[in-house]
């Protein structure tokens, strides 16, 4: 991060890319506001397709 608030426009590409991926904002923080990247990592890796990951 570079420390300054985000603009307008940083704030609707985010929303409009977490949209396109199927993922709110709220997917994002689980109830104690905390980033669950577990859940978000378990969604991403069941989208992609077998031969496409790397490991």
């Given at each position: 991060m570079?420390?300054?608030p985000p603009e307008?426009?940083?704030?609707?590409a985010a929303r409009l890319l977490l949209?396109?991926?199927g993922v709110s904002p709220?997917?994002?923080v689980d109830?104690?506001?905390a980033?669950?990247?577990k859940n978000h990592?378990?969604?991403l890796t069941?989208?992609?397709?077998p031969g496409d990951r790397c490991c």
């Amino acid at each position: 991060m570079s420390g300054r608030p985000p603009e307008q426009a940083e704030i609707e590409a985010a929303r409009l890319l977490l949209s396109r991926m199927g993922v709110s904002p709220k997917d994002l923080v689980d109830s104690s506001g905390a980033m669950s990247q577990k859940n978000h990592t378990e969604e991403l890796t069941g989208s992609v397709i077998p031969g496409d990951r790397c490991c």
